[in-house]
């Protein structure tokens, strides 16, 4: 799996105009991304940190054809743009991971 997290900074003024146009455009561009296996918008708990928008994807080919697709180009210029002051991206590749026990242990 190959991961791709963009933390976004973003001034309090701005948030709930953040929150509702970014999280829109992942709702309606991302969906039917082919190698995207999930994305997602966490809102920081620490005053110095910025949003974190995680996409998952099959491997870095899936995310390289993903930044010459239509949905990327979309999700980049919607109409009512979120208001971000600066980012930083990153990569990863996941080493290890641990799927969660999904049923309850009988005694």
């Known amino acids: 799996m190959f991961v791709v997290i963009n933390e976004l900074f973003v001034a309090d003024e701005n948030r709930a105009v953040f929150e509702r146009n970014f999280a829109a455009s992942m709702k309606g561009t991302l969906p039917e991304v082919y190698g995207l296996c999930g994305?997602?918008?966490q809102r920081p708990t620490e005053s110095d940190r910025g949003y974190l928008s995680i996409l998952e994807?099959?491997?870095?080919?899936?995310?390289?054809a993903y930044l010459e697709s239509n949905a990327f180009q979309a999700a980049h210029h919607w109409p009512d743009h979120a208001p971000i002051?600066?980012?930083?991206?990153?990569?990863?590749?996941?080493?290890?991971?641990?799927?969660?026990?999904?049923?309850?242990?009988t005694a």
């Open 39 to 41: 994305a997602r918008l």
């Open 85 to 105: 002051d600066g980012n930083r991206l990153s990569t990863y590749e996941v080493l290890t991971d641990i799927e969660p026990r999904r049923e309850i242990p």
């Open 57 to 64: 994807f099959t491997d870095e080919q899936a995310y390289s």
